[in-house]
C-alpha cells in the first residue's frame, strides 16, 4: 500500500531556521502588495520546479499561500507531492523537502495519491477547504490537473453537509482570537474578520451557496494581506499579531498616518469580512433546512412587533411600514426587535432603512427612546444588532458623536477592545445589574456613554480644563454625555444624573483601591460628591459592569471587596448621617507575647515591638515570599506596633505558610540574615518601569497627608519606597497599591502635619531614587 506522509520543517531534525527571510533563502523580492506577492509565489515556483524531481505520475502542487499566490515575506510553503501508485515515493519526497528545510524555509507537506486526499478532505473540512487553493507547479500537470477538478468538484457536492462542521470549527477560534475589528492587539489571520475567514467566504462562494465575495470583500482582503505583509516586514519574521508597539512602524510602510490610523483600517476590513460572513452562513442555513413555509409554498411571515415580521429567518419591515413618511424611530425599533428575539435584520431591511428611514428629531420621541432602552437592555442580542446597525451608517444617525468613538484605540495595557465596542460591550454587562438598581434606564444609558470624553481634549470638548485627582476624560465626557441624555428625550433632571454617573464613574474602584477606607474623611467624600443612595447603587453597577467590559485584569476578587466595603460605609453614611468608625483592631494582635504573627487567606497580620521601619520589613519578607501587597495599615496600641496586609500572590502561587511565618517572625525581631535577604531581592528588582512621578494630595486624610507614586511595577517595590520613607524620617501610617496594567499607583499616608517645601523636596528625592 502507497504510504502517506505529512509533517512539518519544526518537527524535522536537521531542518534550518524557520524564521528566515524566504527572499534571503531563494532570492525571493520583498515588499507589501499584491505585485510583490505575485512576485514572490512566481520566484518560489521558480525555484521549486528548479528542485523538482521530475518523474513520470508524479506532480508538485501548491496549496494555501503560495497555491493563491499570495505569498507574505515569513509565509510557510504548503506543498502536496501528488502521485499516481509510484514506487519509492518516499526517497523522492525527501530529496524534494530536504533541500527547502536546507534553504530555511518553514514547510507543511503531504504526499498522496488523488484518491487518499480526496479521503481525507471526506473526513476534514480544513483539508477540502485547502485543495480549493490547490494550484499546479511542476511535473506530471494531467494528475495535478484531476486533483483540482475532483477536489473542487467533491467539495460542492458535499459542501451543504460539511458546512455545519466548518462553522463549529470557526466559532471555536473566534472564541480563542476574539474579533479583530474591536481587539487593540488582534490576529490578523485567526480572529474573527480576519484572513482565515475570507477563506471560508471563498469556500462558500466556490460552493454556490451565496455571492460571498463581493468588491468591498475583495478590497477588504487586499488591504488586509498589504498589512501582514507590512507586518513581516516591521518584526523581520513571521507575526500575525498585530501588537502595540508595532503599530507605528506598520502604519509607516503603508503610507499611513500612524498606528491609530492603521487600527481604524484594519477595524473597518475586518468589519466587512464579518458582515459578509454572517450573511453568507445565513444562505447556507437556509439552503440547509429550509424554513416553515406557507400553503403556497412560500416562506411565512410571523409578526415579531409594530411594523417588523420574520421572514424566512430575517427580520424584515412589514409592508404596512414602507410608506410615504416612515417612521423616524423605525430603525431602533427594527434594532430592537433583532436584539430580543436574536434574529439578523435582512440586508435589504437595512439598505432601504438607510436611505429612507428620515433623522431623529431633537427631542427623541418616547417610542425612538423606548427602543434605544430595549436594545441596550436585550443581553446578548445587543452586541450584534448594533454592529449590524453600524455597518449601515444607523448608529450615526442616532448618535453623531460615534464617528469620532468608532474604532478609536484605547491605549492602556488593561483594555482588550477599541472604544465603540467597549462601550457597547459595557451596556451589555450593565444589563446583568439592571435588577440592583432603582433607574435600569439610566444604568444603560450611562454604560454606552460613560467613556464618551475619551479622545477629546478639554477645548476640544468646548469645556474647561478638567482639575482634580479623577478629572481627564470622566469631567470631559460629563458634559457631552448629559448633552446626548438631553437630546434623546430626557428630563433635565435625568440628563443631570447621566452626566453624574460619567464624571464619577472611576470614584468608586480610585478612591477604593487608592485611599484608606477606615479614614472619615475617605468616606465623607465620596458620600458628599454621590449624594444618594439610588446614585452609589447606579455608581457600582456601573463599576461593575465597566470593568467586565475592560477585560480581565480590570478586577479582581480584592478588588470587588474594596470596592463593596467602600460602597457599604458610604450607605450608612449617607442614610444614617453618620460616618462609620473604623474597625477594632484583631484583639488577638494586641495581647499575647510578641511577635505575633497572623496568615489568612488575603491577610497578613503581625505584631512587634514598637520601632521605626518595621512596615518596611513586613513589605520586604512578603516581597521575598512572591507576595504583592495590596494595602497596607501601620498602627501603635499600647507600645506594639501593628501591620495589617492584604496580599496576593505575584504568580498565582501561595507561598510555604510555615516558611513565611518564620521569616516574619526573624524579620521583625531584626535578623540581619533575613535583612539582607529582602535588600538583595529588592535592589535586583530595581531599572522596571516607567519614569516615577510623586504627586502630594494635602487634604485627602483626616490626620495624615498623602504621597502618590505612580511608576512602573516592580517586585519589592513597595518595600524599597517605604524603606525610604523610612530613613527620609517620614513615618507611613498607611498604603494602598493600585496596579494599572505595568504601573502602580501607590498611595502613602504620611502621619503628620503638611511639609514643609524642603522636607517635601527631600522625601520626594529620597522616594524617586529608591524606585
Known sequence: M??????????????????????????????????????RAEAIDAWLGSIFPGREGIALVAVGGLGRRECAPYGDLDLVLLHAGVPGIEELAGSLWYPVWDAGLRLDHSVRTVAEALSVAQDDVKVAL????????????????????????????????????????????????????????????EAAGGLRDVGILRAIATAGVTDALRPAVHAAHR?????????????????????????????????????DALLRR?????????????????????????????????????????????????LVLARTAIGARPDPSLSLRVAAAAA??????????????????????????????????????????????????????????????????RSLPQHNPVHRFTLDRHLVQTAYEASRHTRDVDRPDLLLLGALLHDIGKGLAAEDAGGPEPA??????????????????????????????????????????????????????????????VGDTSTLDLLHALVRADAAATGPAAWSDWKGRLIAELVARVRTALDTGVVPAPPAPDPTLVAGPLPV??????????????????????????????????????????????????????????????????DLRRAVGGDVSV??????????????????????????????????????????????????????????????????????????????GWPSDADRHRVEAAVLAAV
Not at 455545519?164 to 479583530?180: C, K, M, N, S, Y
Open 266 to 314: 484594519v477595524a473597518g476590513d475586518a468589519r466587512t469580512v464579518s458582515h459578509a460572513l454572517d450573511d453568507a452562513w445565513r444562505a447556507a442555513d437556509r439552503l440547509r433546512s429550509g424554513r416553515r413555509r406557507g400553503a403556497d409554498g412560500r416562506p411565512v411571515r410571523r409578526p415579531v412587533a409594530r411594523d417588523i415580521v420574520e421572514h424566512d429567518g430575517e
Open 340 to 405: 430580543v428575539t436574536r434574529l439578523p435584520i435582512a440586508r435589504a431591511t437595512c439598505e432601504w432603512l438607510s436611505a429612507y428611514c428620515p433623522p431623529l428629531p431633537a427631542p427623541w420621541p418616547p417610542a425612538a427612546l423606548a427602543a434605544l432602552i430595549t436594545l441596550l437592555g436585550a443581553g446578548p442580542g445587543l452586541v450584534p444588532a448594533w454592529e449590524t446597525c453600524d455597518r449601515y451608517g444607523l448608529v450615526d444617525r442616532w448618535l453623531p458623536e460615534w464617528t469620532r468613538l
Open 468 to 529: 482634580g485627582a479623577f478629572a481627564d476624560h470622566s469631567t470631559i465626557g460629563a458634559p457631552l454625555a448629559e448633552a446626548v441624555a438631553t437630546r434623546i428625550g430626557l428630563p433635565d433632571t435625568e440628563a443631570a444624573l447621566i452626566g453624574t454617573l460619567v464624571r464619577l464613574h472611576l470614584l468608586l474602584p480610585d478612591v477604593a483601591t487608592r485611599r484608606d477606607l477606615s479614614d472619615p474623611k475617605t468616606v465623607a467624600g465620596v458620600a458628599e460628591q
Open 130 to 189: 485547502g485543495l480549493l487553493d490547490a494550484r499546479y507547479l511542476a511535473g506530471d500537470r494531467a494528475l495535478a490537473d484531476q486533483l483540482i477538478r475532483t477536489a473542487t468538484d467533491h467539495w460542492r457536492r458535499t459542501a451543504l453537509r460539511q458546512l455545519p462542521r466548518l462553522r463549529e470549527i470557526t466559532t471555536a477560534r473566534w472564541t480563542t482570537h476574539g474579533e479583530l475589528a474591536f481587539l487593540l492587539e488582534g490576529d490578523l489571520k
Open 675 to 752: 535583612t539582607q535577604r529582602l535588600r538583595g531581592r529588592a535592589l535586583a528588582a530595581r531599572g522596571q518601569g516607567a519614569a516615577p512621578r510623586v504627586v502630594w494630595h494635602r487634604e485627602a486624610a483626616t490626620d495624615a497627608v498623602l504621597l502618590e507614586l505612580r511608576a512602573g511595577d516592580a517586585a519589592g517595590l513597595l518595600y524599597r519606597v517605604t524603606c525610604a520613607l523610612d530613613e527620609a524620617g517620614a513615618q507611613v501610617r498607611a498604603a494602598r497599591i493600585s496596579t494599572l496594567g505595568g504601573d502602580v499607583v501607590d498611595a502613602f499616608y504620611l502621619v503628620g
Open 597 to 662: 504573627v497572623h496568615l489568612g487567606e488575603d491577610r497578613v497580620s503581625v505584631a512587634a515591638a514598637d520601632r521605626r521601619g518595621l512596615l518596611a520589613t513586613v513589605a520586604g519578607c512578603l516581597a521575598l515570599h512572591r507576595l504583592e501587597v495590596i494595602s497596607a495599615d501601620a498602627a501603635t496600641v499600647d507600645g506594639r506596633a501593628l501591620v495589617e496586609c492584604r496580599v496576593q500572590p505575584r504568580y498565582g502561587l501561595a507561598p510555604d505558610p510555615l516558611a513565611l511565618t518564620a
Open 223 to 259: 488591504r488586509l494581506l498589504d498589512t501582514r505583509d507590512a507586518l513581516h516586514q516591521q518584526v523581520g519574521r513571521r507575526v500575525d499579531r498585530l501588537v502595540a508597539q508595532e503599530r507605528d512602524g506598520v502604519a509607516k510602510l503603508l503610507g499611513l498616518e500612524d498606528g
Open 2 to 39: 502507497t504510504s502517506l506522509t505529512k509533517g512539518n520543517a519544526s518537527g524535522h531534525p536537521g531542518s534550518g531556521d524557520a524564521n528566515l527571510l524566504i527572499n534571503e533563502a531563494v532570492g525571493v523580492p520583498g515588499g507589501v502588495g499584491a505585485e510583490a506577492r505575485a512576485a
